[in-house]
T-cell receptor, first 119, second 115 residues
């Protein structure tokens, strides 16, 4: 079974600065998808960015980018020019790309990192 | 952007009682999901649902749980006889085609407290 680990329960960043949230995962699969979801105080989880494991190029979405290191099984999220609205819980998640066995279809989440943005 | 809506936002129940958590997925989505998060723990998959059938379920989703799409718009999770350990935030989600790289659209959750 796959596992996702987020080793930083809480992080803080000054407004306009850059912060990196860490995520590592364990899998024996070669093809999979990785996601970062944001959960603001409204509780609704929103997709921030996704990465396909077969793509070497790191995904970017505006101020959000990832550092995907497949060999190291690491998938960190970088937030540039942090804004007050970025304050939220951030979840890293894994999903298998193939297979029909038990657990292959579900999203597997980490425990989350709570990000605070200091004005 | 369209939203997944969940009701109620909070539910308190006595141990042993039945509860039904309700969700309205996005209208043209085909795949529906329930996840839950016990306080301080990971978000965990419960079940996925497609074409009026369960497509996958986790070990958590035992005989006490059931899902239904009774009227083509609502998607419900029923817990038959609640236990203290069922206390958690329950999230409903939907996705358009169920492709593995698709984003899931989550609702705001129902906080279930079992006393």
């Amino acid at each position: 079974a796959q596992t996702v680990t987020q080793s930083q329960p809480e992080m803080s960043v000054q407004e306009a600065e850059t912060v990196t949230l860490s995520c590592t995962y364990d899998t024996s699969e070669s093809d999979y998808y990785l996601f970062w979801y944001k959960q603001p105080p409204s509780r609704q989880m929103i997709l921030v960015i996704r990465q396909e494991a077969y793509k070497q190029q790191n995904a970017t979405e505006n101020r959000f980018s990832v550092n995907f290191q497949k060999a190291a099984k690491s998938f960190s999220l970088k937030i540039s020019d942090s804004q007050l609205g970025d304050a939220a819980m951030y979840f890293c998640a894994y999903r298998s790309a193939w297979g029909s066995g038990a657990g292959s279809y579900q999203l597997t989440f980490g425990k989350g990192t709570k990000l605070s943005v200091i004005p | 952007e369209p939203e997944v809506t969940q009701t109620p936002s909070h539910q308190v129940t006595q141990m042993g009682q039945e509860v039904i958590l309700r969700c309205v997925p996005i209208s043209n989505h085909l795949y529906f999901y329930w996840y839950r998060q016990i306080l301080g723990q990971k978000v965990e998959f419960l079940v996925s649902f497609y074409n009026n059938e369960i497509s996958e379920k986790s070990e958590i989703f035992d005989d006490q749980f059931s899902v239904e799409r009774p009227d083509g718009s609502n998607f419900t999770l029923k817990i038959r006889s609640t236990k203290l350990e069922d206390s958690a935030m329950y999230f409903c989600a939907s996705s358009p085609q169920g492709a593995r790289n698709e984003k899931l659209f989550f609702g705001s959750g129902t906080q279930l407290s079992v006393l």
